[in-house]
């Protein structure tokens, strides 16, 4: 069976199950693999599952590495699956914390206006988030003075008293071990090409033969299908390498403070964080990388640049 037959066929478990899939790959063992494997196996429990990973299981990239933050605004317009799968990622997560107790951090988050025309982008997100049923409100500067005792002052500002921060390590074991308890195999790996039309995954121990692969390895997705199906070559991934910068004196900062997103430069745009382990962290600032792989970058000095 091939992706096409899958999405033909809608995707679901249950699908998967009728088209008499047994034994699947997944390359990549970040946040996305560990739910879709745990998902995948409570649904089907005798579906046998790989995973493969280039270096760890669960993944010791961008996954543990990230900003923590579990946003609890939507900002896609409503009947979009990127806003289902926001709402229900929040849920699964926010239960994940509880039962095993992780750590979270109720701080909020602010949206702050720099310039005029981002009031204009401020209440769309606001009416986008109303619409997706969100709890979210405009507030003034004395409530935002409230919130984060040094602001910049404005008169509106977006307050998300549900976004908090999380450590992203601290969610990705227990995963891991309910992965690992549930039978699923994880194998430490570089997968070097699939080739989708005869379910094949080759890597530097051999060559594997599935029902079905599932290739979700974050931004080296698109690697190994331009390898496997010859398309998508027009595109090109842009490294980027985000910094971070711990903030160790100067103001407390309460709450994640956001620059109000610009539709017009789709990025987050610099943001400070609480660090739930203590200092806050401003971040990323974001610089391309053109010499050399991304991957073979360990640790970068700020002096560096
Ligand atoms: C700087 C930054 C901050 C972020 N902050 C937040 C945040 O605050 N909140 C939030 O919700 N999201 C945040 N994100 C986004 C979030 O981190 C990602 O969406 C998420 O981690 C993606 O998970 P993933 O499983 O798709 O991919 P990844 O975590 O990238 O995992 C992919 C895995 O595939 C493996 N792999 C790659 N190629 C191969 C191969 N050929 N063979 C075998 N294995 C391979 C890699 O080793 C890796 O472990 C942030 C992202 C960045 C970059």
């Known amino acids: 069976m091939n992706a096409k037959q899958l999405l033909r066929s809608k995707g679901s478990a249950a699908k998967l199950y009728k088209l008499s899939v047994r034994k699947v790959a997944i390359i990549g063992a970040g946040i996305i693999v560990l739910t879709l494997a745990k998902k995948l196996k409570g649904q089907m429990p005798g579906l046998l599952i790989d995973i493969f990973d280039k270096y760890s299981f669960p993944s010791s990239g961008t996954s543990i590495r990230d900003s923590g933050v579990l946003h609890a605004v939507l900002c896609y317009a409503k009947d979009r699956l990127k806003a289902r799968f926001c709402r229900e990622g929040t849920y699964t997560l926010s239960e994940l ?38 709890d979210e409100r405009i507030v003034d500067h004395d409530y935002a003075r409230r919130v984060q005792p040094v602001i910049m002052p404005r008169d509106e500002y977006l307050w998300s008293h549900k976004t908090n921060v999380l450590d992203p390590e601290a969610v990705t074991n227990p995963l891991g071990m309910q992965i690992v308890d549930a039978g699923i195999v994880s194998i430490i790996t570089k997968v070097l090409r699939v080739n989708s039309e005869e379910e094949l995954l080759v890597t530097s121990k051999g060559v594997h033969r599935y029902d079905f692969i599932f290739n979700v390895a974050g931004p080296r997705s698109l690697d190994l299908y331009q390898r496997d199906t010859g398309r998508g070559i027009r595109h090109r991934l842009l490294p980027v390498l985000g910094q971070n910068v711990t903030i160790i004196t100067g103001p407390e900062i309460r709450t994640s403070l956001y620059p109000v997103p610009d539709p017009e430069w789709p990025y987050l745009g610099i943001h400070i964080t609480p660090g739930i382990r203590g200092s806050a962290i401003v971040k990323p600032n974001a610089v391309p990388i053109f010499r050399c792989n991304m991957d073979e970058i360990k640790m970068v000095e700020w002096r560096d640049f």
Not at 103 to 122: A, D, M
């Open 97 to 134: 914390i509880q039962k095993y107790g992780l750590p979270i951090l109720n701080c909020g988050r602010l949206l702050v206006p720099h310039l005029h025309k981002n009031i204009t982008n401020l209440l769309r997100k606001y009416t986008c988030a109303i619409d997706n049923g969100c």
